[in-house]
């Protein structure tokens, strides 16, 4: 099938604004967006720049908007688009680099800044054995662990866009998966970081970053979740 593909270029210092350049290109129905990209690099412009790497929905690095809506271009297959006119531009609320690549700092400082690792200082258990829970314990926070860090549900956060300082939906997402832990004991500590104007409270719930989470993570929900946890001075 034929298809029309605009593309977001841009280089600093270089003298040149944003602009898009179009290609007129014949793929397959079931090519992914991006390798439509990789076509276009082989055949005609090398020096278009993207992220990617295992092309499977797994590192997250090849996140981009596609067609206006935040989506892994290795998981986006042309024929599910409905249409022939393809537009691909870089996630928004972080600066551009060049092209399609923007500069990821800031998401993962606001990824760090809310602890996401496991807290405990407590003696191992006696038995020499690994601190167990119960498959309800673990179900409580199983959504959150899905996470691939792509920006995909922050960058397409209104509040964010509105001010980069909002720790953002993937942050609050990593925070729930520690703070749900039952092994862990830093709750109380990720909760006092996210009670902040900038922190959960910054969230306006418009639902954009659960729609645009290429692993199907409840975004929205776990936002909530810590909300209620701040509110009643408890987890549940």
Request: overall charge neutral; glycine content about 4%.
């Amino acid at each position: 099938m034929e298809i029309k593909l605009k593309v977001f270029r841009y280089l600093p210092n270089n003298g040149n604004k944003p602009h898009y350049d179009t290609y007129i290109m014949q793929v397959n129905p079931t090519d992914r967006v991006l390798d439509v990209l990789e076509q276009v690099r082989a055949d005609s412009d090398p020096s278009l720049a993207y992220r990617r790497s295992c092309a499977h929905g797994v590192c997250g690095s090849d996140a981009m908007r596609i067609n206006g809506r935040n989506a892994l271009a290795c998981k986006v297959l042309v024929k599910d688009l409905g249409t022939n006119e393809i537009t691909v531009e870089p996630i928004l609320g972080l600066k551009v680099l060049r092209d399609l690549i923007v500069d990821m700092d800031p998401f993962f400082e606001h990824f760090k800044s809310v602890m996401p690792y496991f807290i405990n200082n407590e003696p191992l258990p006696s038995d020499g054995k690994e601190r167990l829970q119960s498959p309800e314990q673990r179900e409580r926070f199983d959504d959150t662990t899905k996470c691939i860090l792509c920006a995909a549900c922050t960058t397409s956060c209104p509040s964010f866009w509105a001010n980069e300082e909002y720790v953002g939906p993937a942050a609050i997402v990593n925070a729930h998966r520690f703070v749900y832990d039952s092994r862990d004991r830093a709750a109380a500590e990720r909760l006092q970081i996210l009670n902040d104007q900038m922190g959960v409270w910054r969230c306006r719930t418009v639902f954009n970053c659960t729609e645009a989470c290429p692993r199907d993570i409840q975004v929205t929900q776990a936002i909530a979740d810590v909300k209620k946890a701040i509110n009643s001075g408890k987890l549940e």
